[in-house]
């Protein structure tokens, strides 16, 4: 069973940066050979995909955030990271990172940001 933990959100002024980290601790998974995504659901709205990095390292990122969110991985910690600058009140959602390994979805639980105005 894969395990992802969730880090770095927290509340930050429209403006503002925070660097979202997510952590695979599964010896025999490694983010190097799987997809990798960050999600995001904010209160009464659906679940939706903000970036995504594959195994080779090909990215996309949701237009909605777009030159302001970057996604990026360190194999050897087996981590991913969401950098997320200019923030903006909409961004506000509880973030989670999110694989699919030998047939099963895996969800972290998820980490808050709010953007004040």
């Known amino acids: 069973q894969v395990q992802l933990v969730e880090s770095g959100g927290g509340l930050v002024q429209a403006g503002g940066s925070l660097r979202l980290s997510c952590v695979a601790s599964?010896?025999?998974?490694?983010?190097?050979?799987?997809?990798m995504g960050w999600y995001r659901q904010a209160p009464g709205k659906q679940r939706e995909l903000v970036a995504r990095?594959?195994?080779?390292?090909?990215?996309n990122i949701a237009d909605s955030v777009k030159g302001r969110f970057t996604i990026s991985r360190d194999n050897a910690k087996n981590t991913v990271y969401l950098q997320m600058n200019s923030l903006k009140p909409e961004d506000t959602a509880v973030y989670y990172c999110?694989?699919?390994?030998?047939?099963?979805?895996?969800w972290g639980q998820g980490t808050q940001v709010t953007v004040s105005s």
């Open positions: 999110n694989t699919n390994y030998a047939g099963f979805t895996y």
């Open positions: 990095i594959t195994g080779s390292g090909s990215t």
């Open positions: 599964e010896s025999i998974f490694s983010i190097s050979f799987n997809a």
